[in-house]
């Protein structure tokens, strides 16, 4: 197996073997560009080197080796050599980019013999010594794991004794003093010589960028960037150009367009006598790119013609990386730039209405991912990057939140009318919580999951959301928590991100969110290309006016038990739930029938003769009993009952597994007054609404919630059938109307046909197919899904991304079941995959008609629909 390839062996077409870099540096290399040569050792290689016990096995080790007198006979330099010596830079690149997760190594091939030569040879012992003390430097931290913080402390003491403030200000005996301390600290620290032979060095440096896959910050942004483990890393082993030897080199890196706002034109820094990881790092201010222009005329023109050469080429904004060596430019690679939202959004239309790009291209360029910045607030990124994580849960709701921390819903409200910025920090969320959700700039809970209620309300909402996150000790009586052995009280301000979950201490400045001009260009477009319908999550009018504003084509999800998380609505609900006669119950559901039907009004309303799915009830009984003191007593005067009764009836109405308990269907079967009550809401609303609005086509569709079994579903439908005919003949209407089921039990998939007989839709809840397929509980998972990424059993959260294989397979299943028994029926999805890019591509695989997310993730729906149909 070939297992390493030359520069000139490549094309940019290899990136699963090559790696992003790898591919594009043979790219460069064939159109002839200035490319320091090379060669690339594959992803494959490093996946051997994971299944050989990350070892280099003899078969890889002999093609390096065979490599690397390719690559001296290329150069005309060789390794340890005294006349010419060969120096390399190693450098790690996967198929997908991760800025900054992985490790790079330069100057590889120095030892105190080549040193001295090369100081002789260049005349230059400053830029030698300053090579020599890099390379031992980033070796000892890279490769043997000593930490940077050792060698900089040296060098902060070399500074002071030398009274100077830069590092170019060193000269050559500080330099070779340093490096002769680099090493013993080295020794110090490993216990053997820092190594001499450079093919040693290179064979410890491609296991260090071997293994620099599996660090810890690599697998968090995979885990974010949904990019698999088992891709793997390639390594680059490059001839060395040098940037830091004297003012007539130096090193830079450039956009071709602005990353932040996309405007044509070269943005980036450049800095004189230093290397790339110089600039990187920020120890000396770099000049703008454009200043380069007046210091390195000739490179500088080079450079604009290479640009241009790379932006048509590759049609799309590249970032580059870029070496001057005595005046002469050598290119040291280039990608497709990251970019913000904004910026992406710019760029594809640009490259359109630029000829390079087709509309349908322009679609596919852009990540749905990141319309999430587009539509929540953000960190200013620089204040971000100087930040420092506290902690690290669950990004469950997107948006960057900064405030003083509240311990109560009831707080958040009264600090918020009083002008404050609140953050809410909760052990977890329940539906009291919520107007105290909505007065806060975001939500941080110590419990509770992706599908948790926190993180699905706060989704609804577009309020930022950080769920699970375990570190917290909380003391809620006292207003207080621990986290990261700092204590936390009410007033103190922290900051977190919704899409990381990354929590920090203190403010971090947001930047409100901006829709910029071209993205109702590009959504357009991708409503051209889709074939799958998106609707939206949404249990109040306004969220479904926000939904239809941001382009939802229906409601497939209204949780009407949300509908009575406003005001003192929860009030009746809960005279409903702790009744224990039906008249008492029937009494609690006269008061709530007008609300609920003038809640459908509004939803038809907002929705324009779009298809509404109103799903009955399915409240966790857990979530709604009441569990304050205050609200014990309003409830007991509301029913005329005891303190102590109603204590008794929330004790009966506990159970062990709420999730698997008295909801869902079971509720209508139970008590079907509850079902009558809810179908005439819907069959008035609808009777009404269809009334003012003739022209819209109004279809309720009743969605029946937890069935297993078809009979569950036969016995629900008889009460809405019943309920809703006489509603229509005593109204003289025509109404017609939907009853369907959701599939979201792993029993249900499993006899899709039976209950397809039944039923006129199904619509997969897949936050309970998830829970119930994997046997565990999508509020606790949270708890162990840790455990479960660092023994790489699982590598993304199944409540957020579907699980293809397994819970895929069930839908999969219960779709052709269905449809064989029911050509009729139509089939959609309503668990929170359904505004997750990669599970709508599976969506759109297996052939359902819509996928339904909440409001603010329905652009990403549309544009990921539109991909997954390209
Ligand atoms: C589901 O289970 O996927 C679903 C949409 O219903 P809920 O989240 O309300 O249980
Ligand atoms: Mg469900």
Redesign the pocket.
Known sequence: KKWVYLFTEGDATMRNLLGGKGANLAEMTNIGLPVPQGFTITTEACTQYYEDGREINDEIQGQINEYIAKMEEITGKKFGDLENPLLVSVRSGARASMPGMMDTILNLGLNEDVVKVIAEKSNNPRWAWDCYRRFIQMYSDVVMEVGKKYFEALIDEMKEKKGVKLDVELDADDLKELANQFKAEYKNKIGVDFPDDPKEQLMGAIKAVFRSWDNPRANVYRRDNDIPYSWGTAVNVQSMAFGNMGDDCGTGVAFTRDPATGAKGLFGEFLTNAQGEDVVAGVRTPMHIQEMAEKFPEAFADFEKVCKTLEDHYRDMQDMEFTVEHGKLYMLQTRNGKRTAQAALKIACDLVDEGMRTPEEAVAMIDPRNLDSLLHPTFDQKALKAATPIAKALGAAPGAACGKIVFTADDAVEWAARGEKVVLVRLETSPEDITGMKASQGILTVRGGM?SHAA?VARGMGACCVAGCGDIVMDEANKKFTLAGKEYHEGDVISFDGSTGCVYDGAIPTVEATIAGEFGRIMAWADEYRTMGVRT?ADTPHDAQKARELGAEGIG?C?TEHMFFEGDRIDAFREMICSDTVEEREEALEKILPLQQGDFEQLYEAMEGNPVTIRFL?PPLHEFVPTEEEDIEKLAKAKGKTVAEIKAICESLHEFNPMMGHRGCRLAVTYPEIAVMQTKAVIRAAINVKNAHPDWNIVPEIMI?LIGDVKELKYCKKTVVETADAEIAAAGSDLKYHVGT?I?IPRAALTADEIAKEADFFCF?????TQMTFGFSRDDAGKFLGAYYDAKIYENDPFAKLDQTGVGKLMEMAIKLGKAANPDLHIGI???HGGDPSSVEFCNKIGLDYVSCSPYRVPIARLAAAQAAI
């Open positions: 599908t699905v999550n999800l949780r399915d919630p959701m979201e809840g897949t936050n309970d197919l309503c668990g929170e």
